[in-house]
């Protein structure tokens, strides 16, 4: 007995079987649809290939790279797929297949993973971030995804960090504290007319590079903001932290390393965050969509 799992992002849709001890039995992965038609077709022509291969699939469960009302089986926000905004993917889904479907935020899924078969496993409550081209994350309170009033708990991207009075305008977590905007402040000040990645700016510091060492410190910085702003608002037992700068071996002392300025200054803040980095990294979504098809249909 196996499951379909999709993880649809902006540019690929990944896939996997998995086996009811939640183990991946294959992946693979296709450039993304262009269309909600081309969704369908596509997740039909995956389905039919994976009975033939590994015989009975017992559901699908599906990463969206957007708001999700996963009670209603819907995708409420535009996200990276335009296509799907207000749509009932599950419904549809479940039409052509004849199979039991659930869908849900690609950031939610990613803390489910951690929650049921990762770093947060030992913990009630967490808190997930994920740093990348924007800021993602998502609130687990006893294995169960916290989405507010909503549906909008856990989107700290959208907190706000900066303020600038000249021109008076505000920066939020996304726009000021992303990996993404520590790559753009570098080629402002740089003049670079080709596009840089994280790692093109870590390996410039690494060489000594003054405007992206001073820009990787403030990138760090204001992570150690947002993971404060965090723990005083949520107040969750952990925090966990991904995407793909998070496999560096200094990410989470350099983190500490600004932390520990913010509680030098701050005498009545008594609670220091518990930071650590997720254990899932390309696989979190599959996953966590797994966790979530089998605990909501029970299968």
Same mark, same amino acid.
Do not use: S, W, Y
């Given at each position: 007995m196996f499951y379909l799992i999709f993880d649809f992002g902006g540019t690929s849709t990944k896939y996997g079987v998995l086996n009811q001890?939640?183990?991946i039995c294959f992946k693979s992965e296709d450039p993304a649809a262009r269309s909600l038609e081309g969704m369908l077709d596509h997740i039909e022509t995956v389905y039919e290939k994976t009975t033939l291969a590994h015989g009975n699939v017992r559901g699908v469960g599906m990463s969206i790279p957007a708001?999700?009302?996963?009670?209603?089986g819907r995708v409420t926000s535009e996200g990276a797929l335009k296509y799907v905004k207000n749509? *009932?993917?599950?419904?549809?889904?479940?039409?052509?297949l004849r199979r039991?479907?659930?869908? #849900?935020?690609?950031? *939610?899924?990613?803390?489910?993973? #951690?929650?049921y078969a990762g770093a947060g496993v030992s913990y009630s409550s967490l808190a997930v971030v994920v740093c990348g081209t924007?800021?993602?994350?998502?609130?687990?309170?006893?294995?169960?995804?916290?989405?507010g009033a909503n549906l909008h708990g856990?989107?700290?991207?959208y907190g706000i960090m900066v303020y600038d009075a000249q021109a008076s305008r505000i920066g939020t977590w996304s726009e000021q504290g992303s990996v993404a905007a520590l790559v753009s402040r570098v080629m402002a000040q740089k003049g670079d007319a080709h596009a840089l990645s994280g790692r093109d700016i870590f390996d410039r510091a690494d060489l000594g590079d003054a405007v992206s060492i001073k820009e990787i410190e403030r990138f760090y910085m204001l992570l150690a903001m947002g993971i404060h702003n965090i723990q005083y608002s949520i107040d969750p037992e952990i925090i966990l932290l991904g995407g793909g700068i998070s496999r560096r071996s200094d990410f989470v002392k350099s983190i500490e390393a600004k932390l520990d300025i913010i509680y030098e200054q701050l005498d009545n803040a008594t609670v220091r965050p518990h930071i650590d980095t997720c254990a899932h990294f390309n696989d979190a979504n599959l996953l966590g969509a797994y966790y979530n098809l089998i605990h909501r249909r029970k299968i």
């Open positions: 001890q939640g183990e708001v999700t009302d996963a009670d209603a749509i *009932n993917l599950r419904q549809l889904v479940e039409e052509r039991p479907v659930e869908i #849900e935020n690609d950031g *939610n899924c990613a803390a489910l993973a #951690e929650a924007g800021i993602g994350g998502a609130l687990i309170e006893n294995r169960a995804i916290k989405k856990g989107e700290f991207g």
